[in-house]
T-cell receptor, first 113, second 114 residues
Framework: AQSVAQPEDQVNVAEGNPLTVKCTYSVSGNPYLFWYVQYPNRGLQFLLK??????LVKGSYGFEAEFNKSQTSFHLKKPSALVSDSALYFC???????????FGSGTKLNVKP | DARVTQTPRHKVTEMGQEVTMRCQPI?????VFWYRQTMMQGLELLAY????????DSGMPKDRFSAEMPDATLATLKIQPSEPRDSAVYFCASGLGQQIHEQYFGPGTRLTVT
């Protein structure tokens, strides 16, 4: 069965500091992994994806994520947080042969000035 | 700037009433997803279509929910009769291709059933 876990409901970080939002997954076969961001009263927006290739993938707004197969993790990172990064972040997984996406419960990122 | 549109943005209705939510996917996208978001359950996939055909609706309560794509530019999600536990934000998303690597979400319909 496919599933995604985001162990932190909330992450607090000061502006300018690096941030990490954690995600672990379970999927049959090779995983397709995604991060989405949701701003208040908006739909989700795609940030980045891992399909194959380099374990470090870069996405929108300076975000990147590292795929770690042995730890079944796909943590979202950014070297220097901005107040405008404050939002709800969702990790998602999709199996190779099926278009059904499984989303994590979301992590609220708070970036303080 | 291509976007997924959803109507209505907000809906308040009384228990027992029929609710219809509409979604216009991005022109040319062949896959449409319906999700429900609540505080308790998070984001749940209700159904998805490819080329207007339903491929998976296992997440949808069959007795009261129905989803259709009358044509390539319109997807509908209907609840009849509605119940207070259906209160949630309903999102439509669309994508392109056999393998969906990116979904484009609409702004959602916030449904309140009293």
């Amino acid at each position: 069965a496919q599933s995604v876990a985001q162990p932190e409901d909330q992450v607090n970080v000061a502006e300018g500091n690096p941030l990490t939002v954690k995600c672990t997954y379970s999927v049959s076969g090779n995983p397709y992994l995604f991060w989405y961001v949701q701003y208040p009263n908006r739909g989700l927006q795609f940030l980045l994806k891992y399909i194959t290739g380099d374990n470090l993938v870069k996405g929108s707004y300076g975000f990147e994520a590292e795929f770690n197969k042995s730890q079944t993790s796909f943590h979202l990172k950014k070297p220097s947080a901005l107040v405008s990064d404050s939002a709800l972040y969702f990790c998602a997984v999709r199996s190779y042969n099926f278009n059904k996406f499984y989303f994590g419960s979301g992590t609220k990122l708070n970036v303080k000035p | 700037d291509a976007r997924v549109t959803q109507t209505p943005r907000h809906k308040v209705t009384e228990m027992g009433q029929e609710v219809t939510m509409r979604c216009q996917p991005i022109l040319g996208h062949n896959t449409v997803f319906w999700y429900r978001q609540t505080m308790m359950q998070g984001l749940e996939l209700l159904a998805y279509f490819r080329n207007r055909a339903p491929l998976d609706d296992s997440g949808m309560p069959k007795d009261r929910f129905s989803a259709e794509m009358p044509d390539a530019t319109l997807a509908t999600l209907k609840i009849q009769p509605s119940e207070p536990r259906d209160s949630a934000v309903y999102f439509c998303a669309s994508g392109l291709g056999q393998q969906i690597h990116e979904q484009y979400f609409g702004p959602g319909t916030r449904l309140t059933v009293t």
